[in-house]
């Protein structure tokens, strides 16, 4: 028991690397694309995405290491263990992007196109304009660590939704082991 342990922290490391670095490359699209809205869109269809390359990783888990079969709990805890290594893996690259290159960049985008949105017609949203606006301030006022620790805790907390239905689809008894009792 102690070695299928192993075998599935090993494996979720591994391909969790894999979505992590998937999931770093899609986060360099979210800042170009506050520009380039071709890229933010490109960033949301990858964005889309994740869960399918989580059940394909799945799965590979399921046909090469678990010999095609897999109860609904260890896959649930191998897609849990690899959308948790995939996310410690991109907070590193969150806070090196908050820490040394944003500078600000994000929330004055959002700022900016919040005024013009303002600034429009939408006079009877004027409420919530200001509403979201001291939202984007505050974001604004946190730390690179604190930014990174809630894309963190939101990346940890998502993965394990996700990881409920990519188990029930992935999961695949052995029936040919435990003949029907008569």
């Not at 192993?6 to 360099?28: D, E, N, P």
């Amino acid at each position: 028991m102690t070695e299928n342990r192993s075998y599935l922290q090993k494996y979720a490391m591994h391909f969790g690397t894999y979505m992590g670095v998937y999931w770093v490359l899609k986060f360099i699209l979210f800042p170009l694309g506050l520009t380039i809205p071709f890229l933010l869109f490109l960033f949301v269809g990858l964005t889309l995405g994740v869960p399918f390359l989580g059940y394909y990783y799945a799965r590979l888990y399921r046909n090469k290491i678990c010999g095609g079969y897999i109860s609904f709990a260890r896959a649930w805890i191998f897609t849990i263990f690899m959308y948790l290594f995939a996310s410690l893996l991109t907070a590193v690259a969150h806070y090196i992007y908050f820490a040394y290159i944003d500078g600000g960049f994000v929330t004055d985008t959002y700022l900016n196109i919040l005024n013009e949105a303002s600034n429009s017609q939408l006079a009877s949203m004027q409420p919530y304009m200001e509403q979201l606006q001291s939202m984007i301030e505050l974001i604004g006022s946190m730390t690179p660590a604190d930014i990174t620790l809630q894309l963190l805790s939101q990346n940890v907390f998502y993965g394990t939704i996700l990881a409920i239905p990519t188990a029930l689809l992935v999961m695949k008894r052995n029936r040919t082991l435990t003949p029907p009792i008569a």
